[in-house]
């Protein structure tokens, strides 16, 4: 499947000097995970605003390049169900406390990211089927996990640390803060910063991986 395209329309000459750091993180040993930081370069404070925003836009689909995906959202659910239902964007009830959004457009990832800039939410990302089985139109049934999606439910994002073996990677998203961290056995920093690396710097930002 292939991941939405993100063409953005700021002038990177016109915007702050970004900086997009990538480096292993430790959350113990059952734990393997990946930060991406995202600051104004020379200060410490995470970049935030359109122009940090249109990096997340840009990366995210560079990330799950052309695997299966889907959105997880496990609080303010009132506002992701409102904003959804006005913006025509398909939406699954997963667990008591759990919405996904499998798949969405680039338009609509550019919205969803603007309207919950300052909350946390994730992703997860599985290889997708094979040809000649389910259709597009079946990809979020494909998507469905009950047993993660419980544990989002009671857990929040926490409830990926169980499961994201099963993946490619599982996602925390904080944007407010500059950050998402992948939890992943089967992708390395290397492999994040090929990903990344052409649609970040056709953004005009730097990107970073500490030897």
């Not at 999606?149 to 073996?165: C, I, N, P, V, W």
Request: net charge negative; hydrophobic share 40%; proline share 7%.
């Amino acid at each position: 499947m292939d991941a939405p395209e993100f063409n953005p329309e700021f002038d990177p000459q016109l915007s702050p000097a970004l900086r997009l750091l990538i480096e292993p993180l430790n959350l113990g040993p059952d734990v393997r995970a990946i930060s991406l930081d995202l600051a104004v370069e020379g200060a410490d404070d995470p970049a935030a605003g359109p122009e940090a925003l249109a990096i997340w836009n840009a990366a995210v689909p560079a990330l799950v390049a052309g695997e299966e995906w889907t959105l997880d959202f496990v609080s303010h659910l009132d506002r992701v169900r409102d904003f959804c239902l006005a913006n025509n964007i398909p939406l699954r009830e997963a667990g008591a406390r759990c919405v996904t959004i499998a798949h969405p457009t680039a338009e609509q990832l550019e919205s969803l990211f603007a309207r919950f800039e300052t909350e946390t939410f994730g992703f997860r990302v599985r290889k997708s089927q094979a040809a000649g089985t389910a259709p597009f139109a079946d990809a979020s049934k494909y998507l469905e996990d009950v047993d993660l999606e419980s544990e989002l439910s009671k857990r929040g994002m926490d409830g990926y640390h169980g499961a994201f073996t099963r993946y490619t990677f599982c996602a925390i998203c904080d944007f407010e803060n500059g950050s998402i961290v992948l939890l992943t056995e089967k992708l390395s920093s290397g492999e994040v910063l090929r990903r990344l690396r052409p649609v970040v710097t056709e953004l005009g930002a730097k990107i970073e991986r500490p030897e």
